[in-house]
Nanobody
Framework: VQLQASGGGLVQAGGSLRLSCAASGRTFSNYYMGWFRQAPGKEREFVAVITWNGGRNNYADSVKGRFTISRDNAKNTVYLQMNSLKPEDMAVYYC???????????????????WGQGTLVTVSS
């Protein structure tokens, strides 16, 4: 599956952005979908994950209550709604697909087989 992330940009602290990740190539609904982020000089870290039908999700503690992951299988797209953005949320955000989740909402990068190219989120203080 090919993934294309978009929606990043410059926003003031306290503002909102919605990221999108469009999938193509294989049956999108077969995959659990995750969002990760990587700030300069830091390792890529887990942000959120959602099951194939959107019935379950999980978030990093740092974004709980502020970010919401969702998906529209009819549009082959997963979203990340980001509210109350903080300067520490600034990073390149990546979407990823987990082909064999086995019912587990995975949070580590090496468990995702497919990755998008990333979209930059800049938060000014």
């Amino acid at each position: 599956v090919q993934l294309q992330a978009s929606g990043g940009g410059l926003v003031q602290a306290g503002g909102s952005l919605r990221l999108s990740c469009a999938a193509s190539g294989r049956t999108f609904s077969n995959y659990y979908m995750g969002w990760f982020r990587q700030a300069p000089g830091k390792e890529r870290e887990f942000v959120a994950v959602i099951t194939w039908n959107g019935g379950r999700n999980n978030y990093a503690d740092s974004v709980k209550g502020r970010f919401t992951i969702s998906r529209d299988n009819a549009k082959n797209t997963v979203y990340l709604q980001m509210n109350s953005l903080k300067p520490e949320d600034m990073a390149v955000y990546y979407c990823a697909a987990d082909r064999n989740p086995g019912g587990v909402l995975r949070t580590t990068t090496n468990e995702y087989e497919y990755w998008g190219q990333g979209t930059l989120v800049t938060v000014s203080s």
